[in-house]
């Protein structure tokens, strides 16, 4: 049974009497990069998690496809990626235990997994001796095992430099080619004109457009957009 498309209607999310989402509408279908944009406090992080069920929203309704409970096949990875006390190739095959996969297969996929993401010659190295932009791939490496059906990613180059960036973004765009649908937040606007296939962009805790990319930047249609594109819409505090 297929999870897509996925639909949030009048999503709320209201923790402590704080309004982060506000009534939210948002349909996603089931191929490509779909890239969050919007300033700090509009909610996109907190969109992405209740997506994977770590957040329950405190109003509204999200389906996926005929589904109203989150279903198996979704992954997400961190700004700041948690590793285990232990070697690459062992962060690596985390995902596949909760399968019931045995280990020698885990094991085999992991190292064939890091070969991809050019982390082999890491693989007994222990995960937290890992610069930043080895540590994200190592994070995408976990997930993609899992070969999830959908894929939340949030700030996933954030921290890294312009060469730790790159690689990450390349592995984004193999896991995309592989049929798997991708959501994710960025701040960088060149980094979503280079990924998305369509732009969700957010502010005060609702969707103000959701249109393909190339429409995006070039007719937002929005006010608030347009100021977003040119660096004048002022960042709200995150709470």
């Avoid at 982390?119 to 890992?130: E, V």
């Amino acid at each position: 049974m297929s999870m897509f498309p996925i639909s949030a209607s009048d999503l709320r999310f209201v923790p402590n009497g704080h309004a982060v989402l506000q009534g939210l509408d948002l349909t996603l279908g089931g191929e490509g990069i779909s890239v969050v944009l919007g300033p700090n406090g509009a909610g996109k992080s907190v969109l992405l998690r209740i997506l994977c069920g770590l957040l329950v929203p405190s109003g509204g309704q999200l389906r996926w496809g005929v589904q109203q409970d989150c279903p198996a096949g979704v992954a997400m990875v961190f700004q700041q990626p948690i590793m285990l006390r232990a070697a690459v190739i062992e962060n690596a095959a985390l995902g596949l235990i909760p399968l019931g996969v045995g280990r020698a297969e885990r094991q085999a996929s992991a190292w064939a997994m890091l070969e991809r993401v050019g982390l082999a010659d890491r693989a007994k190295d222990s995960a937290r001796q890992l610069s930043g932009g080895e540590r994200q791939r190592l994070a995408l490496a976990r997930a993609w095992l899992t070969r999830p059906r959908l894929l939340l990613l949030d700030e996933p180059t954030a921290s890294l430099d312009p060469s730790g960036a790159e690689m990450v973004e390349r592995i984004i765009r193999e896991i995309r080619t592989e049929g798997c649908k991708i959501v994710m937040t960025t701040h960088n606007l060149g980094q979503a004109t280079r990924l998305a296939d369509d732009v969700v962009f957010m502010a005060n805790g609702r969707v103000r457009e959701h249109v393909p990319v190339g429409e995006f930047f070039r007719r937002p249609a929005s006010e608030e957009a347009r100021l977003f594109i040119q660096g004048e819409l002022p960042w709200q505090m995150a709470f």
